[in-house]
């Protein structure tokens, strides 16, 4: 049975210390300095992109989700086409799954917002790049005065389950339902078998932070605009699902069919012969596995 209580004889006193000044002026550290990393060469994916022609496109509908497949050694292209639209990314080594994009230990690497020139990595055990942002027209945004920026890394998804808990709603076209809709038609399995795989989402295009007050999660308006996008380079066979998100430009609200919804686009492009010599594709995490026994 759940327990009732919940005390579990802390003293909540809120009083504070004498040094309390003195314990909050004790500065941070980086958790984990990054300068290590593999370098990301932009020049050699530049050259690549240059000459590369497109293979593929897929035009997820408003509101709805869409797979596409990426060969490693590939780019592609996340554009808005006709108005203001964030999107919510999944990412999969299309040959395997339950290696999947994990958000968490990309923004520990690399931050809450990522762009160009950094990467987004793949779950335990494997932990290695999966994808490389090579372009964005959004990098100019930055931080802004609210501490919001684009791209994140910090919002799982809208969700039927978080909507239930806060309102008693019963809504089926948020980003979750959507990607699992989508993944279960491209790999022909049920809904069941589909949502297990769906994880938390890069967000794209879309503008958000935490309130400094209270640390919560918010959003604002998208400046993303048509013809804006964000690329990618494929640095594993991927099977992607992009849902384009019922909150639009997220201006105002998610998981409702309140806001006004636009198309994305998604392009593969595949580069000419000889212009990636020297790129491999990165190699699983090299820890034993042993963990100490």
């Given at each position: 049975?759940?327990?009732?209580?919940n005390?579990l004889?802390r003293?909540?006193?809120?009083?504070?210390?004498?040094?309390?000044d003195?314990r909050?002026?004790?500065?941070?550290?980086?958790?984990?300095p990054n300068e290590?990393?593999?370098?990301?060469?932009?020049e050699?994916?530049?050259?690549?992109?240059?000459?590369?022609?497109k293979?593929?496109e897929?035009?997820?509908?408003a509101?709805?989700a869409a797979?596409f497949?990426?060969?490693a050694?590939?780019?592609?292209?996340?554009?808005?086409?006709?108005?203001a639209?964030?999107?919510?990314?999944?990412?999969w080594?299309?040959?395997?799954l339950?290696e999947?994009?994990?958000?968490?230990?990309?923004?520990?690497?690399?931050?809450?917002?990522i762009?160009?020139?950094e990467?987004m990595?793949?779950s335990?055990?494997?932990?290695?790049?999966?994808a490389?942002?090579?372009?964005?027209t959004?990098?100019?945004y930055?931080?802004?005065?609210?501490?919001?920026?684009?791209?994140?890394v910090?919002?799982?998804r809208c969700?039927?389950y978080?909507?239930?808990l806060?309102?008693?709603?019963?809504?089926?076209?948020?980003c979750?339902?959507?990607?699992t809709?989508a993944?279960a038609d491209?790999l022909g399995?049920?809904?069941?078998?589909?949502?297990p795989?769906?994880?938390?989402?890069?967000?794209?295009f879309?503008c958000?932070?935490?309130?400094?007050d209270?640390g919560?999660?918010?959003?604002?308006?998208?400046?993303?605009r048509?013809?804006?996008?964000?690329?990618?380079?494929?640095?594993?066979?991927?099977?992607?699902?992009?849902s384009?998100?019922?909150g639009?430009?997220?201006?105002a609200?998610?998981?409702?069919?309140t806001a006004a919804c636009?198309?994305l686009?998604v392009?593969?492009?595949?580069?000419?012969d000889g212009?990636?010599?020297?790129?491999?594709?990165?190699?699983?995490?090299?820890?034993?596995?042993s963990?100490?026994?």
């Amino acid at each position: 049975m759940c327990s009732a209580s919940n005390s579990l004889g802390r003293d909540h006193s809120t009083s504070s210390p004498k040094d309390a000044d003195a314990r909050r002026a004790v500065k941070p550290v980086i958790c984990y300095p990054n300068e290590t990393l593999p370098p990301v060469d932009l020049e050699l994916y530049g050259r690549a992109r240059a000459g590369a022609v497109k293979t593929d496109e897929v035009l997820v509908p408003a509101r709805d989700a869409a797979c596409f497949e990426v060969p490693a050694g590939h780019f592609f292209r996340i554009s808005s086409v006709e108005g203001a639209q964030v999107g919510d990314l999944n990412l999969w080594n299309r040959n395997d799954l339950a290696e999947r994009f994990y958000s968490g230990k990309t923004r520990a690497l690399h931050g809450t917002h990522i762009t160009a020139g950094e990467q987004m990595w793949t779950s335990f055990p494997n932990l290695r790049p999966m994808a490389t942002l090579t372009d964005d027209t959004l990098g100019w945004y930055g931080i802004d005065e609210y501490g919001g920026s684009v791209h994140d890394v910090i919002g799982t998804r809208c969700d039927p389950y978080t909507g239930n808990l806060l309102a008693g709603s019963q809504y089926h076209y948020c980003c979750h339902s959507n990607l699992t809709r989508a993944l279960a038609d491209h790999l022909g399995v049920s809904l069941s078998e589909a949502e297990p795989h769906v994880h938390d989402v890069l967000n794209v295009f879309m503008c958000t932070g935490f309130t400094r007050d209270t640390g919560q999660y918010f959003m604002k308006a998208s400046p993303v605009r048509p013809g804006d996008y964000l690329e990618f380079f494929a640095e594993l066979d991927l099977l992607g699902a992009l849902s384009a998100c019922p909150g639009g430009d997220c201006s105002a609200q998610h998981s409702s069919d309140t806001a006004a919804c636009y198309p994305l686009l998604v392009e593969v492009f595949a580069p000419a012969d000889g212009t990636l010599e020297g790129w491999v594709c990165p190699q699983v995490n090299g820890y034993d596995g042993s963990h100490g026994r």
